[in-house]
């Protein structure tokens, strides 16, 4: 009738979201997120982090990846406001926190350890630093909280409509529940997990390996496929190896993640030469055929890369001579 508002109606199992993955251990897969799921984290992240009616959430993230793209469906579903920045820049990021004028804010560790790095002292009215994407470095999460600046790592993933866990180590979010399964494979199930990608078992099989402790808290430790995840992007090591094996000059090439106080991992490259090559050569040769975060941060001339008798790579083995 007129003069009434509009009301939407919608099915809770209807598709709300198509998004892809990664893709970076396999062909990128795209993941539907009903609007069932999009309510259920919301709800969950609200009773983690708490919704107040003034609440403006800071999100200088890519609206492609779930952590950026869930800001605002969270905030629309919540009645709360965004601050949104078309990309992260440190100063910018800095002076909006300082000038006390978002609640809270999204964030991987890498832009945090750029704050750092700008100056950042404080943040006066904010509750929370939701940080994920990644391992936060202990020296990094202790300057947040010598600083006064509250920051809570997340965990989660596009499978569950971004975080499921908070803290460290981490609680589950309200209605998540979690297992430990064969290979110390991190589980889930709720409201919030994308229906195709829940196993016949009736669990999302993350590809993560943690465990529980006696309060039921999650501890992340690493990643099955041995991905790389700097500046809260993932990396396959073996797509970085095969780019720098089609360079004329290089007769073999191990990729790995070394710890990094900014990205978290850094992509360093171990080669074994032809020919003399220089790692500016071939950084602007990978630039070519990999997205920016997949060059390698450094690169290590070696005389032999180490291998097992059946020719494996010997990953964990790689360290600059």
């Not at 990608?197 to 465990?211: K, N, P, Q, S, Y």
């Not at 529980?212 to 808290?217: F, Q, W, Y």
């Not at 040769?285 to 390698?296: D, H, I, Q």
Request: with cysteine; net charge negative.
């Amino acid at each position: 009738a007129e003069g009434e508002p509009l009301r939407a109606t919608f099915e809770p199992e209807a598709v709300h979201t198509l998004i892809r993955t990664s893709g970076t251990t396999g062909a990128a897969k795209a993941i539907e997120l009903t609007y069932a799921n999009h309510a259920a984290s919301a709800l969950a992240s609200a009773g983690a982090l708490g919704t107040e009616p003034g609440d403006r959430w800071l999100c200088p993230l890519p609206l492609h990846h779930v952590g950026g793209l869930n800001v605002l469906i969270r905030s629309a579903i919540n009645r709360t406001t965004v601050v949104l920045h078309r990309r992260f820049e440190a100063e910018r990021v800095r002076a909006t926190l300082e000038a006390g004028e978002v609640t809270l804010a999204s964030l991987v560790p890498t832009m945090l350890a750029r704050l750092r790095a700008a100056g950042l002292r404080r943040a006066p009215g904010l509750r929370a630093i939701a940080l994920g994407g990644g391992p936060a470095p202990a020296d990094l999460l202790g300057w947040a909280a010598e600083t006064g600046i509250p920051v809570v790592p997340v965990y989660g993933m596009t499978e569950t409509c971004s975080q499921i866990v908070a803290g460290i180590p981490g609680r589950p979010l309200a209605g998540v529940e979690l297992a430990i399964g064969a290979d110390d494979e991190i589980l889930v199930r709720g409201a919030m997990v994308a229906r195709g990608a829940v196993a016949a078992d009736g669990w999302l099989h993350t590809g993560d390996i943690g465990r529980l402790d006696e309060d039921g808290r999650l501890h992340v430790l690493g990643r099955l496929k041995e991905l790389i995840v700097t500046g809260g992007e993932n990396v396959a090591p073996l797509e970085v190896e095969q780019a720098l094996l089609a360079h004329p000059a290089v007769v073999d090439a191990g990729v790995a993640g070394l710890p990094d106080p900014e990205w978290g991992e850094a992509v360093t490259a171990f080669v074994v030469l032809r020919e003399p090559a220089g790692a500016d050569e071939l950084q602007a040769w990978c630039r070519e055929r990999l997205a920016a975060f997949k060059v390698p941060k450094a690169l290590h001339e070696v005389e032999l890369l180490p291998r097992n008798t059946g020719g494996k790579l010997l990953r964990d083995r790689l360290a600059p001579p």
